[in-house]
Structure formats: structure tokens, C-alpha cells
């Protein structure tokens, strides 16, 4: 049955993941567009798009938010492996345990911070007012989501390195 959802749960984090890789183009689309139209000046079209830094700033967050939890499934996370390597595998096993725990209670307590934080700033009906003037719990909203992806992945996760060897993960080893 766990390893049902596991499967289901990477096939939902791998179109995460796909979907961060078009949001990504679309931003480098506008970036162009935005470089292109400032540089050539086209009769009718206007000299660059204002609101590209903007909404530019806001698909680097969702690319982030939709690719980090397929990037922690795949291993290819930020990962200090020095010190496990050398270590007894049983003891490296229960350092990775401890990793992540920490992961977990981390992601749990941003999980419930930042949700706090967007319903307080949907709450007070909060501005962000720059070239664009948007509701400020929009850029807030995907936090918590993300964070509770992330929380339940690092709970597949340990599934997974109680099933494997007692020893260090071989997933983004850099002394390989």
C-alpha cells in the first residue's frame, strides 16, 4: 500500500516539477521580451514591459516552490555528506535519521508559520504595491503549500531509509 502512494506521490511531484520547468520559461519568455522591446524599438510596441522584474521575482519563487520537493525525492538537494562517509554505516544510518527529523520538524513548523502569515495578510487585505499593485497573501499563499509538500515527502523519505541499508544514502553523494 506504501509504496502505492509513494509511486502516486512522485508522479504528482514529477508534473510539480514540470510544471516549475514551463513556469521557468515563461519566465525567461518574458525576460527576453522585456530585453527585446527595450533594445529595438518597434513602432506601436511599448519600450520593454514594466512589470517583468515583477512577475519575474514571482515565477523564481514558484519554480523554487514547485521543483523542491521532486529535487528532495530525486536526492539532488543540498546535501554535507563529508561527514557520514567516513563514519561507521550504523551510526551514519542514524545521522541521516536525525537529518531528517530535523528536515521534517523544519518543514512542519514553516508549513504552519507561513499559512499563519497568509491568512493574517489576506486577513488585513495587505498591498503589495510596486509596478504591479497585487494582494500580498498572493506571493504568501504558495508557502505553505510547498512546505507541507516538502513535510510529507520527508515523511516518504524516512520510509524509505528504514527499508534501505544501515548506512548513509547513496543519493547525491558527492565522493562518489
Do not use: Y
Amino acid at each position: 500500500m506504501i509504496d502505492r502512494l509513494s509511486a502516486l506521490w512522485g508522479r504528482l511531484l514529477s508534473a510539480l516539477a514540470l510544471l516549475g520547468c514551463l513556469l521557468l520559461l515563461a519566465m525567461m519568455l518574458i525576460i527576453v521580451a522585456d530585453v527585446a522591446l527595450r533594445n529595438l524599438a518597434l513602432a506601436g510596441w511599448p519600450r520593454g514591459l514594466a512589470w517583468s522584474n515583477e512577475v519575474s521575482e514571482w515565477l523564481l519563487l514558484l519554480v523554487t516552490l514547485c521543483v523542491a520537493p521532486w529535487l528532495l525525492r530525486q536526492g539532488q538537494h543540498i546535501r554535507v555528506d563529508v561527514l557520514l562517509q567516513p563514519l561507521p554505516p550504523r551510526w551514519a544510518w542514524l545521522l541521516e535519521w536525525l537529518g531528517d527529523l530535523l528536515g521534517l520538524a523544519t518543514c512542519i513548523v514553516l508549513t504552519a508559520v507561513s499559512a499563519k502569515a497568509a491568512l493574517a495578510s489576506h486577513a488585513s487585505g495587505a498591498l503589495s504595491i510596486k509596478t504591479l499593485v497585487t494582494p500580498e497573501w498572493w506571493s504568501l499563499a504558495p508557502l505553505p503549500l510547498a512546505f507541507a509538500l516538502l513535510s510529507v515527502e520527508m515523511l516518504f523519505r524516512m520510509h524509505r531509509l528504514w527499508r534501505g541499508e544501515r548506512g548513509p544514502r547513496n543519493d547525491a553523494v558527492s565522493a562518489a
